[in-house]
């Protein structure tokens, strides 16, 4: 089963917008005194989706894994993976069987970018240049974000087998 975790729908990007900025030293749309509570490595404690119908699930198991990274300049990336993934039969990943990719595709989700921040809103923004799913490339994902202490909550909605409902990652800031 291959999981397409949304984390928050996908917007493109308006003409012009978010391509270069980061590589000419401004942070689009950044307001800079969050960065000191934001900006650092995270370590994911907790993912979970909730469908319209109330129904909790655990996309990647109840012990899944992750990094998230927030770098000063506007730079950020994410990755997330189901520690239980079944191994490839072969050190050669070009002969997978379509069954082991399957399962290593849908037990791993990653992408890099820049972001941004609406303080007023409460909401992040991954703009993505680079991403495992490929039709993430290009595309914004909105986030909710709240700050508890060490940890940083982001919301968002998701789509997991044509069923609508919301994901919640808890994140915990490594020293």
């Known amino acids: 089963m291959v999981l397409y975790i949304s984390g928050c729908a996908g917007i493109s990007h308006e003409p012009g917008e978010g391509k270069g900025d980061t590589a000419k030293g401004k942070v689009h749309g950044m307001n800079k005194g969050i960065l000191p509570e934001l900006v650092g490595t995270w370590k ?3 993912f979970h989706s909730q469908d319209s119908r109330g129904q909790t699930a655990y996309p990647f198991g109840k012990d899944a894994q992750g990094r ?3 770098e000063p300049d506007g730079r950020m990336a994410v990755q997330i993976m189901n520690p239980n993934r079944p191994g490839f039969t072969s050190d050669d990943p070009l002969v997978a069987s379509e ?3 399957r399962a290593a595709f ?3 989700a990653a992408y890099y970018g820049t972001y941004s921040v609406n303080t007023d809103k409460g909401t992040i ?4 240049k680079a991403a495992l799913l490929p039709n993430w490339v290009g595309t914004d994902q909105q986030r909710h974000f709240e700050f508890d202490g060490k940890y940083l909550t982001l919301k968002g909605p ?3 087998g044509g069923v609508q409902g919301g994901v919640s990652l ?3 800031r490594l020293p």
């Open 68 to 70: 998230l990274i927030y």
């Open 158 to 160: 998701l789509r997991l």
């Open 44 to 46: 994911l404690i907790s």
């Open 125 to 128: 923004v991954h703009h993505i």
């Open 99 to 101: 069954t082991e990719v």
């Open 170 to 172: 808890v994140w915990e």
């Open 106 to 108: 849908g037990g791993y």
